[in-house]
């Protein structure tokens, strides 16, 4: 039972999330656009470049869809309602993503093409950026809930929500999250204005309806790790416990895409340069901040 | 449809694909040729049309032709065709010829009513069969690829045949290129010869030779490797060398050469005991290492091991410290004790056979003996390669940015050489430029003017009223004051409709989606209206501007790019600030005060010229065209213009793209070249 | 039967025996690092099968293994900062061309 | 065959393989993919023993780890798409022979120990993070701690090593 209700909330999530980028890139709210859309690509030619690694190509899509999928096993839509309860859900949640990098290499090294090439680099470079920022908060989410399991962070956060008892660890978290899933501005692997597509460029047809695919799902799995670990995932006055975290996490996809479209694509070397003179001390001084929190006032 | 996909007749999937098929009409996304921004000039509306702007051609289904094209354009679009997924279509708006593509799909007028019924009718198209149970395959000249076989790591090296480089010895990789290239690469005739190793000899010379001596087939990179008949190198598979014909082949001065004269006197000494000596190559019966050449000229390097086995006698011994210690035999430095090393006097080192190539006097390797033989040196490879700003030699790629380039001006053509992320070197060039009118002889000085209009589609007003001012000049007739009101009032729209449509391609590269929406709409709404219109698309136009001055870190962002030198020839947007930043506010400003300037303007109409009658003379005029300066020299005769030299803003500022983008990050690179808002128009193809 | 540990043991032989020929037989600094990536490995299977099938109470072997996860983080951080170097001032990361460092 | 046994097996021969792979291939980006799926396979081995918080952290570290020694491979060599098929080996009877007798060695020692019973009662993975944290925070906390002290310093070490000469004042 509580099987095809995930899946249901995969599907859905997973629509509404292409729903809402296609808002925030055209402006346009279209309830049908993503049906019409995947049914164009799945018309669309699957070309395949003439020089090409073909195990990495076809691979990547693929491997970024998995990925990200797999880091959606550890988020709790309400008690219960969990595909599986790691004891070290935090951890493997990160552990999946990393996943997402291998992927965007791969895609980028595959059909040999120099846009997707410079795309798939720069991922590393951005990783490099954000790695830390995602690892350092949820180590103080940790911290309070004394357990990486993502069900007991989230009921740690029945008095208080995260967000409320460190703030900083979500603005970080939140920042280095939108890195991970590249969305505007960090969106340097597949920036169509300097790569004409990058990473992405050279997929057609049904390749590219995966890729795009794993591309929503990992925005969707960042969006709910927010909620789970700083908003309180299901916890919530009068509606049910889903219907919260249904709440929660398309408020802040709509907000992680919305918030891009204000800003100028981040360079690679600003956003090296923020992440470790700028992120990485904040995140320490958090880590310090919420270890003094939890011995002095247990909440 | 030519551009459908195949399927067989009336399959199981047909009803899906009647879905799919009506899906695909809804979702159009096109490629413009040659940019956007000609579309936006034209007046073209592309999203009230339902067309959206794709990233490449991969991502495209329409090819929206805006006619007419250049040649090379054309060129360049059948490649971009060929490229997008099928289902794919043309769709020509304008008049014009474009030969090389298949015959469009819908055509129309070049007005955003054409393209609506346009693509109206490509969607009629899409939605009754993106499925063919025949298609046919396009074809085009500039497809044609001949194979042709390159080194990975030496690129200058080109062959016709596969087989191994001769500088490094790793296998040649099948390259495509084009056929219709052309640019024959410079270095075709010395590559080819010299990427056969010797072993291009043909088979008459064989025949001729073939019986004259022992005659004995070497690997020119596995000197051990012999054989007596002609074949492939089982180790590395390069085709093996008869030693004496390769003197013959002027062209391999490097290393054969040098083997093959060495190979009459040649002795070949283990490196380990230098009492084993043989004739022939080999491996030692004592240690089984590889024998290695000798000759007078290399021997004296092999110090530790083989000195002994010949010519020592111009060997000197030195002390590392201590240059002055020279000594003729090994020993210690009275100095300071260390080891005395050997000295060549001989210069030519050409002593390493074991690796078989010419090290064209890299000091750094000579010292390291004992490489197994056949080993590819990195140091060789990298050796004489341009060095990188981080003293890394990353891949090195090189990557045409253009002429379809998103957020790069359509029909310009950027060949960046990227080392990693960052750019080394770029080369600028413009497939639509300018044509001289004057080509077919002498025109009337009012159809000089309509055809530099036309020529110039992206500051049509600009150059009408620029040719209008020389002929004016040389024909000593001058406009009413009102007249140049009007003249001064349009410009200015021009210029505010320029702007826009240049924030509206900034917008775009670095992903600003709303900007680049808005942009392009007020661009849509200004650049023909009427002064009435303007004055109330004015506070619109303002929020905009102002929305771009606070956007958070925008500036910033552009504050570090795009510095130009005091010295530059600059002439455009300009503001205290010579940075991208810079020009971005100069335009900012400038799209307000010429909002300004239209204020008190009666009507807005593109110039026309003033009866000059039958004047004969010359003429010089002068005008800030939204780019920057233009000038136009202009000689009459007798109301007919013969000869006109025009300057052009784009001109000077090209020049200016190498000094801005060396050595800086790809995505400052593009950024600074869009701040200089070249237009191809006016470039010299 | 002590099957799994068996099974556990010769799996780390086997990446053991690829690891030991990979370091010695490239030429290239990163690829011996890569062979040395993978003896690594093979001794963590090893530290966390005994963990696991002889003393599951002992943590100690857990924290083993995380000592040697930083040797190997080490060990590249350094590897590449020397490759670097070399690169930087020989233009190669072959053995076969370092050969002054021979004594 | 226990399920334990098939998946060790399952995951092992993949990890193998994938090691094997590291040294066949000729693009420097396949050798470092096929090392980090290899070690990716260990991680697996490793959630198959019940090491959970090892698996995982094996999994994440190498996943990053191996994306890096694919750009330097690539820095380094230039890899022309991994069609250049150099030969980057030597001595490679000695270190056939070499990698052979570590293998049957370790595989020697496997099969004829005398390993004793083995443990069934495993701490479960909440408890076993649990009790990883009381050791490293505890008794171990003094390796610990030097063990984090190290890997700083070699960031450091490493930095210092890969800025350039010139940065350093002494431009050679």
Redesign the interface.
Known sequence: MSAVLLILALTVGVYAVAVLEDW????RLRLLGP??????L??????LH?KNDRLFFETAPILLLVGALLSLAIIPLAPGLIVTDLATGALFFNAALAYVLVALIMAGWGPDG??G??GG??FL?QLIAYAMLVVMPITTVAMRAESLSTITIVESQAQLWNIVYQPLGFVLFAIAGMAMAFV??F??PN????L??GVE?????VRRMVFRLGRMVLILSVASATTVFYLGGWLGPWLPDWAWSAIKILAVTALMLAG???????????LLAWAWKLGIPLALVNIFLVGVLVLVVPL | MIGA?ETTEGGFFSPL?N???R??A??LSCLVVPGPELALASGLDLPAAGL?LA??P??A?VLLLVLPLSEKLLTAASIAYA?M???RMVLALGEGTFSPLPEADATGPLTSEGLMEATKKLRQIMAEG??ATKIDDYDAPALQTRIEYTC??HPEVVSDEPGSCPKCG??L?PK?TSTTSDTPSPHDHATMAASRPAASVSSAEFAHTADDNVAKYVCPMHPEVTSDAPGNCPK?GMNLVKPDESEGHGHHTHSHSAHADSEKTAKYVCPMHPEVTSNEPGSCPKCGMFLEEVTKAGGEEQHDHSSHASGKEAAKYTCPMHPEVISDSPGQCPKCGMNLEQQTTDDEHDGHQSSGHDHGGNA??D??????P??????E???GTPRSS??????????PFGPF???LPGGLTLELE?D??TVVEAKTGSLTGLQDPLKNGPLAAADYVAALGVQMPLATIAYRLLACRAIEVAGNTFATPEIKAIRMATLARERIASHLSWLSQLG???????VE?EAATLHLLVHAADPATIQALEPRVKKLLSKLRR????SR?LATVGALPASAAWDGPTSHDNTAAGRFTARLDEIATSLNEIKGASSLSAPTLADIGTATGEGHAEVQTPRGLASLHIKLESGKVVSATLKTPSMRHIKLVNPLIEQR????A?VAVASLDLSPWELNT | MSMELIVALSMAAALFGTGVYGALSQ?NLVMIMMGIELILAAALINMVAFWRYLHPEAMEAQMFVLIVMTVMAVEMAVGFGVA?AR??S?????M??A??LKG | MSLQVFFLLAFGGAAVWFGIVVFLTHSMVRSALALLFSQTAIGAMFLVMQAEFLGVLQIMMMATEMSIMAIFM????????G??????K?QRKTSLAAGLVAFFGALAVAVFADWGPLATDIPDAGEQVRLLGFELLGRSMLIFESAGLTILTAMIAATALAV?ARERGAKA
């Open positions: 925030a890139s055209h402006n049906v019409i859309s995947t049914l164009a799945l018309g669309q030619e699957s070309v003439r120099a846009y090439m410079i680099w720069r470079g505007p501005p969106d340097l920036a169509e204005g300097e004409a597509g460029a050279e997929y057609t047809g891009g479209r204000m800003l100028p694509r981040v360079r690679e070397g600003t | 996909r694909q879905i799919i098929s899906a695909t809804q979702r959206a990233a490449g991969r991502q289904n490229q997924p099928r289902p993106i499925f990975p790591m790793m296998f990789v495509e590395c750094l390797l010292g390291l003996i004992g490489l197994e056949g080993f590819m040196s990195m140091i490879m990298t050796d981080n003293g890394l030699q990353m891949e090195w790629i090189t990557a380039f998103p957020g990227l990693g992320d775009r590269q670095l992903g600003l989606k709303a929406r956007t958070w870190f925008l962002r990050e790809l995505a400052d593009l | 030429t670097i690169f930087r020989r233009g190669s990361v072959e076969e061309e050969q002054e | 690539v820095m380094f060599m230039m890899d022309p798409g069609l250049g098929e150099m030969d980057m030597h350039q």
